[in-house]
């Protein structure tokens, strides 16, 4: 699904005035229709940012395009309330490519069915590798960095990762010297200045 639009093809679309499936495919943002966190259709910009054809992708479960399980069933719940309500959810998470490279997304997502949020919906992804590298991360720091990102203190990560505080604030601190900042605002500010409840440890 890469390269430009062939010419014909594009005559025919607008001769047709099919122009909903032309700006499907053709608008800059990567965009998935999911039903039960099954992948049911994608764009060209979906399969190119994730490296797939649309073939290898339709009807598989979300989960290979996470760094880890774990991380998949992480958010699985997360954006619930705000779905449930009609209205848009967003945050910023690291997902996975076909080449096994790691690249933070902005997500959006919009429910077809508000009262189950995840049984049908469209969410939207960005690129965001240009002004965002992605810093390698241990799994343990990807857990502690989601938690900060909730808001919850060492002391309360401790408890729910059943560490000992010293251990949550080597991680922090570890986290703090890979992103070059001096503390937690400034790690979320680095990382867009958004809210850290929009920090998610990868995405739907």
């Not at 251990?167 to 992103?179: D, G, M, Q, S």
Request: proline share 4%; hydrophobic share 35%.
């Amino acid at each position: 699904m890469s390269g430009p639009i062939d010419e014909s093809e594009l005559e025919r679309l607008y001769a047709a005035r099919d122009l909903r499936s032309l700006a499907f495919d053709w608008v800059p943002v990567g965009i998935v229709v999911t039903e039960a966190r099954v992948i049911r259709e994608v764009n060209r910009r979906f399969c190119e940012m994730f490296g797939y054809d649309r073939d290898e992708l339709l009807d598989q479960l979300f989960a290979f395009l996470y760094p880890t399980e774990a991380e998949f069933q992480n958010v699985l719940h997360r954006g619930d309330k705000d779905l449930g309500e009609g209205n848009l959810y967003w945050d910023e998470r690291v997902m996975r490519r076909k080449s096994g490279d790691l690249f933070w997304c902005r997500v959006r997502g919009q429910s077809f069915t508000p009262e189950a949020p995840l049984r049908r919906a469209v969410w939207t992804f960005a690129d965001l590798s240009e002004t965002r590298p992605y810093q390698p991360l241990t799994q343990r720091e990807r857990e502690v960095f989601s938690l900060l990102g909730e808001g919850k203190t060492s002391k309360e990560i401790a408890r729910e990762l059943e560490l000992s505080y010293r251990t949550v604030e080597v991680h922090r601190a570890r986290l703090l010297k890979k992103f070059g900042v001096n503390n937690t605002a400034a790690l979320f500010q680095s990382l867009g200045d958004i809210r850290g409840e929009h920090v998610v440890e990868s995405g739907p």
